[in-house]
Antibody, heavy 120, light 108 residues
Framework: QVQLVESGGGLVKPGGSLRLSCVVS????????MSWIRQAPGKGLEWVSS????????WYADSVKGRFTISRDNAEDSLYLQMNSLRAEDTALYYC?????????????WGQGTLLTVSS | EIVLTQSPGTLSLSPGERATLSCRTS???????IAWYRQRFGQAPRLLIY???SRATGIPDRFSGSGSGTDFTLTISRLEPEDFAVYYC?????????FGQGTKLEIK
C-alpha cells in the first residue's frame, strides 16, 4: 500500500539548519508531484512547498522563500526539505504529501509527519 | 494572493444531522482546483473531495461538494461519530496553494 514516511525532525536553535526527508513506497514516485505542508501546534495547515515530477518546477510559500529548499531523488523515491535560517515560527509538524501526475494537488496521500521545534 | 475563508469556525451538531461547511475564496477559482480534507485529532489530513465535487477513493456518499467561482460548500448528509473533526478547504491552481483556516465540527 501507499506509504510516506517523514524523518529528520528535531530540536534546533534559531538560525540553525535541518534537512527533512520523506521516503515513499507503494507507488511510482517519479510519476507524481510532491509537496510539504506544515502545521504549527494547535493551528491549521500551511502549504510550504511543492515540486514537479522532474524537479523542474518548484514553488514556495513566501514565509519560507529564500530559506527552504525542496528537492527530490526519483532513484531513491525520496523527497527532501532543506531548512536554513530557522525561526521560532517554523516550529511545526511537517507533512509530505503526494499530488497528482499533472498538478501539485490535491494531496491524496499524506505521511504522519515529523516534528520540528525551533527554540533556544 | 488568494485567501480562503471558511465558515463557521466551529459547528456544533449531533450525530445523524446534516452539516454544511463553507469556503469562500478572495478571487475566482476554477472548481477544478478546490479540495476538501478532514483531519481527525492526532491524525494526518485525509482527502475527501477534489475538483470541488468529486469524492476521493473510499469516501462514502454522505460527503458531497459543490460550488463554483468564489463560493464552495462541503455537505455531510448524516453525521457519523468519526466525522467530528476539523475540515479544511484548499486551492491549488496557481502558487501559492493556501488552505482555509479550518472548520471544527464538534458534537453538540
Amino acid at each position: 500500500q501507499v506509504q510516506l514516511v517523514e524523518s529528520g525532525g528535531g530540536l534546533v536553535k534559531p538560525g540553525g539548519s535541518l534537512r527533512l526527508s520523506c521516503v515513499v513506497s507503494g507507488f511510482n514516485f517519479s510519476d507524481y508531484y510532491m509537496s510539504w505542508i506544515r502545521q504549527a501546534p494547535g493551528k491549521g495547515l500551511e502549504w510550504v512547498s511543492s515540486i514537479s515530477i522532474s524537479g523542474t518546477y518548484i514553488w514556495y510559500a513566501d514565509s519560507v522563500k529564500g530559506r527552504f529548499t525542496i528537492s527530490r531523488d526519483n532513484a531513491e523515491d525520496s523527497l527532501y526539505l532543506q531548512m536554513n535560517s530557522l525561526r521560532a515560527e517554523d516550529t511545526a509538524l511537517y507533512y509530505c504529501a503526494r499530488g497528482n501526475s499533472y498538478a501539485p494537488g490535491p494531496y491524496s496521500y499524506w505521511g504522519q509527519g515529523t516534528l520540528l521545534t525551533v527554540s533556544s | 494572493e488568494i485567501v480562503l475563508t471558511q465558515s463557521p469556525g466551529t459547528l456544533s451538531l449531533s450525530p445523524g444531522e446534516r452539516a454544511t461547511l463553507s469556503c469562500r475564496t478572495s478571487q475566482y477559482i476554477s472548481s477544478n482546483y478546490i479540495a476538501w480534507y478532514r483531519q481527525r485529532f492526532g491524525q494526518a489530513p485525509r482527502l475527501l473531495i477534489y475538483a470541488a465535487s468529486s469524492r476521493a477513493t473510499g469516501i462514502p456518499d454522505r460527503f458531497s461538494g459543490s460550488g463554483s467561482g468564489t463560493d464552495f460548500t462541503l455537505t455531510i448528509s448524516r453525521l457519523e461519530p468519526e466525522d467530528f473533526a476539523v475540515y479544511y478547504c484548499q486551492m491549488f491552481g496557481t502558487s501559492p496553494y493556501p488552505f482555509g483556516q479550518g472548520t471544527k465540527l464538534e458534537i453538540k
